[in-house]
């Protein structure tokens, strides 16, 4: 779907594509007869806009740069400290899991169920971190105004785009990590009944997972331009393609959970948080390669008009 919404100063109109309702990619027609694109996910991750020879293939997602893959270090960038935060969280959440389904493997401090209770609270704070972080990223990085002709705005700290995927999914993520706050705190509480685990640890954990499941397709859809895509020559996809795996990880293992407190329901539902975590953990470190997902040709190319 194609929309024309007319920008100052711009030789012609912005043209604002997306599935249904939302904006994930725009273009506009310069005066040299060149097509310049902007993608939502590429344009918050600090990418510039990218040329292409017909408006028909702005929505085609772009390969990766196969040197991007030799950065790691990038501080000034606040993707780089999405990464940063997503890898401690996920970190958290598969090194607990798996010291509680294998138990034989791992000893010491990890078999401590106290211990990992809290293991598994500090990394729902980094996922909430991760999450607020990301928020900023796409409220401040709207794709609508990626090829804009007026001066760039003052970084906001509040806001609202509702046309925008990226910033449908960072709110939905941020609403779930905070459940699973409410939900890994809650289980470090020691003697609490049945109903109060029901209460406390389990929904607000089911909810957490509906939210992150959730935010995953958005995140998905988003990046594809589209509800259903195959791109596996894209980072991008890649990234939202393990997150949702992921989350759907994490979903199983919160319905597991619910079967009962048995030896077998525990471990399978231990076993799917660790293949949850170790999704993000994946998912999170190609955050940081994506950052520089441009090659030297792209960054000489002309911006969008400003």
Known sequence: MGRHQS???????????????????CL????????????????????????????????????????????LWAPGRLGWWVAAAFLCGSSCFTVGAFAASFPGAVGGALLDGT?????????????????????????NGDVQEALRTEARRRWRWAGWRPRNLGYLASSVQLVGTLLFNVSTLAATRPGLSSAQESLWIWAPNMAGCVCFLVASYLAYAEVSHSPVSFAPHSLSWWIAVINLAG????????????????????????????????????????????????????????????
């Open 7 to 25: 920008r100052p100063g711009a030789s012609s109109s912005v043209i604002e594509h997306g599935p249904g309702p939302f904006v994930t990619w």
């Open 28 to 71: 506009v027609r310069l005066r040299t007869g060149q097509h310049l694109v902007a993608h939502s996910r590429r344009h918050r991750k600090g990418l510039r806009p990218h040329p292409v020879a017909e408006a028909e293939h702005g929505g085609r997602l772009l390969g990766v740069d196969p040197r991007a893959f030799g950065h």
């Open 115 to 139: 211990f990992l209770g809290w293991l598994f609270a500090v990394g729902a704070v980094f996922f909430t971190g991760a999450a607020w972080l990301q928020w900023l990223e796409a409220l």
């Open 247 to 306: 989350s759907v990880a994490f979903q199983v293992s919160g319905l597991t959970s619910y079967v009962g407190a048995s030896a077998g329901a525990l471990f399978w539902s231990n076993l799917f948080t660790m293949v949850g975590g170790a999704c993000f953990l994946g998912g999170a470190y190609l955050l940081i390669p994506e950052l520089f997902d441009e090659t030297p040709a792209d960054a000489r190319r002309p911006s969008a008009p400003r």
